[in-house]
């Protein structure tokens, strides 16, 4: 569209594939929890013509183009600002009960990564900011603000980042002699941290420091902790759940809550199974789905993409 940003949707067939049985039929609700630029809106949109999208997203800039590359069928969408965690409040103000697929395509869009204001790119000197929306905490005030330890646990829980007290004990060092607030000094930093040889593969060294920031900043694991389950509960049964993860820590706890729902919680040494005990859930993938080689090469981005999904079987006792 002229003169919007181009966004390509992660596995986009397998993901229409995955939510047609529950979306197309008429009055038909789907929620995009993590709308972006709107690729994965519009291709529900035109895919299925009776369906009508809820669209999630905590970045007004997104909202703003969404909306205009959405415009053709304002009719069938609502769109809100909010975190995915909010997932309940948001239906009742879109005055919907019940929906029938959620989609959550996770991590930074691709319009948060080219605009190099945003600070999410460590391959470009910005502010250090990696805010998802206006407001909050930014990297420079973790990076400048948290103790020596804290920092070590960012890094290494959210980054699985080896040489995390290493990082962490150099930013200290530096930001006692002036304060780090752009992303190039922090990848000069981070660089000068890790020892040569561990330099020499795996890409940017900066990568998992920076992937560790922005989880801290945006709270985004312990959102997602929260959003499935609120999910889970809001769709009827049939409806379905599809997830889009871009790295372990996301994946792991999709892959936990998902199995979790699947359980069959009849106690042990009981003859038959108990209906009140038997799974919510059933996985609809096998492992976590990787995109196909052709697909990368058409997006590169969405070479580290894992999907998974599961579909709802009754209500909760």
Do not use: C, W
Not at 56 to 85: F, K, M, Q
Not at 137 to 164: C, I, M, P, Q
């Amino acid at each position: 569209m002229d003169g919007l940003p181009t966004h390509v949707p992660v596995l986009r067939d397998r993901v229409l594939a995955l939510l047609e049985p529950a979306v197309s039929t008429p009055g038909a609700v789907a929620v995009d929890a993590t709308l972006g630029l709107g690729g994965h809106s519009l291709s529900l949109l035109e895919t299925f013509p009776q369906l009508r999208v809820v669209g999630i997203d905590r970045d007004p800039e997104a909202l703003e183009l969404a909306r205009a590359r959405l415009s053709a069928y304002a009719d069938r969408v609502s769109l809100h600002r909010a975190v995915y965690d909010e997932l309940p409040r948001v239906l009742g103000e879109a005055g919907v009960g019940r929906v029938d697929g959620v989609l959550f395509d996770l991590g930074v869009s691709s319009m948060q990564l080219d605009q190099a204001r945003r600070g999410f790119a460590y391959a470009q000197d910005a502010p250090l900011d990696m805010r998802m929306s206006s407001a909050g905490t930014t990297a420079a005030d973790v990076v400048n603000g948290y103790s020596v330890d804290e920092l070590t646990r960012v890094l290494r829980d959210y980054g699985e980042e080896k040489f995390a007290r290493r990082i962490a004990q150099f930013i200290a060092r530096e930001r006692e002699v002036e304060p780090i607030t752009s992303s190039g000094r922090l990848v000069e930093l981070v660089r000068n941290a890790i020892p040569a040889a561990a330099r020499r593969t795996g890409g940017n060294p900066a990568k998992r420091t920076f992937q560790a920031l922005r989880i801290e900043v945006n709270r985004e694991l312990d959102a997602l902790r929260d959003a499935l389950p609120a999910a889970v509960d809001a769709i009827r049964v049939g409806g379905r759940v599809v997830v889009l993860s871009y790295h372990s820590l996301e994946d792991r706890i999709v892959k936990r809550a998902f199995a979790a729902g699947a359980e069959d919680r009849t106690p042990p040494g009981l003859p038959v199974p108990l209906p009140s005990a038997a799974p919510v859930l059933r996985v609809l993938t096998r492992g976590a789905e990787p995109p196909t080689d052709a697909e990368i090469a058409e997006n590169p981005r969405a070479a580290s993409a894992k999907l998974r999904a599961a579909e709802r079987l009754r209500d909760a006792a």
